[in-house]
C-alpha cells in the first residue's frame, strides 16, 4: 500500500526529505522483495524499470488519496505493468481521474452520517468511540458540521 500518495509526490525528494514521486515507485519495488539497492533517479526511468520488475508478478496494489494523472501514470502504468491476476485499487476523490486512466470498474462509497463521522473523529482524536468529557463531545460535534463528515481530511 502506497500511503497519501498526494502529500508524498509534493515533497520534492531532496537529500533531507528522502520523499516525493521517486520514493514512492522504489517503495513499490521494495514490497516485492526486490533489492531495494535499486535507485530510480527520475519518475521517467522508474516507469522504465517498474515495467521491467513487475511485468511478471501477480500483484495487489493499493493507492491511497490519489489526485493527479501523473501519479497513476507513475506508479501503475498500464495493465502490461503487472503480471496477470493483478489487482490495483485507487482512491481518490476526482472520478475523472479514474475515467482518465481507464479504469475498469468505480466503486463509490457512500458518505458517513454524523454519529459515524463523530466516532471516526473520536478515534483518531482519543483513541475511543465516545469522549466521557462533555467539552469534547460538543467539539466533536462542531468539527463534523464543519467538515462535512470529512473528519480525518
Known sequence: ML????????????????????????????YRSIPTEIKMGTIESGKVILKEKLHNKRVLLVLDNVDKLEQLKSLCGNRDWFGPGSKIIITTRDRHLLKEHRVDHIYKLKELDESESIELFNLAAFNQATTSQERFGELSEQLV??????TLE
Open 3 to 30: 500511503d497519501d500518495v498526494r502529500e508524498v509526490w509534493k515533497r520534492d525528494g531532496g537529500l533531507v526529505s528522502f520523499d516525493g514521486p521517486v520514493s514512492l515507485q522504489e517503495k513499490l519495488l521494495s
Open 145 to 150: 458540521a464543519y467538515s462535512r463528515g470529512l
